[in-house]
């Protein structure tokens, strides 16, 4: 396995679930199903719903906690509703293209997987397959949107052999 995600482990309720492992194969599963470059890279904090409230008060003026935090390092949103993304390009010839960074919140995670009755890595592949999709240029803000990501989040899980999560 590749070295595409630079997973950091801030909160240590995730250590030993395996998250470096499901971060490359959601991210290899992904980069494949669009037909991008598989060496395509980002980061990943891994931290607790304390921290991520505090990124998303500071970046989306939501004061709460939130599963999924994405931040793209550009901006490849197509632009009509329901189109395809641009695809991303390396900021050096030869280099692989940094697509962005995620956060992950560690109660708001296992929350949600309980609530739905979900294998926890499984919520949490899903919620890494949506944050890489958004640093791809996905969105779900219309509904064109949404339906088209949601179906490529089906798809990709079903590559890597998880249930439809919706």
């Known amino acids: ?23 490359e194969r959601a991210m290899a599963a992904t980069l494949r199903h669009l037909g991008l470059p598989e060496d395509c890279q980002c980061a990943m904090l891994a931290t607790d719903d304390r921290r991520i409230a505090v990124l998303n008060a500071e ?30 390009e390396a900021d050096f010839p030869g280099e692989p293209a940094f697509l962005g960074d995620i956060a ?36 779900h803000i219309c509904d064109e949107d949404a339906v088209l990501m949601e179906r490529l989040e089906v798809e990709i899980l079903a590559d890597l052999g998880f249930p439809d999560p919706y």
């Open 1 to 23: 396995m590749s070295d595409t995600v630079d997973v950091v482990i801030e909160a240590p309720a995730w250590e030993g679930i395996g998250l470096e492992a499901l971060a």
């Open 59 to 88: 970046f989306r003026a939501k004061e709460a906690a939130t599963n999924v935090l994405s931040w793209p390092a550009e901006d490849l949103s197509p632009d009509t509703p329901g189109g395809q993304p641009e695809g991303p």
């Open 104 to 139: 992950l919140a560690w109660e708001t995670c296992c929350r949600e997987a309980e609530l739905a009755e979900k294998p926890l890595q499984a919520h949490v592949t899903h919620l890494i397959v949506h944050g890489i999709l958004h640093l791809l240029g996905y969105d």
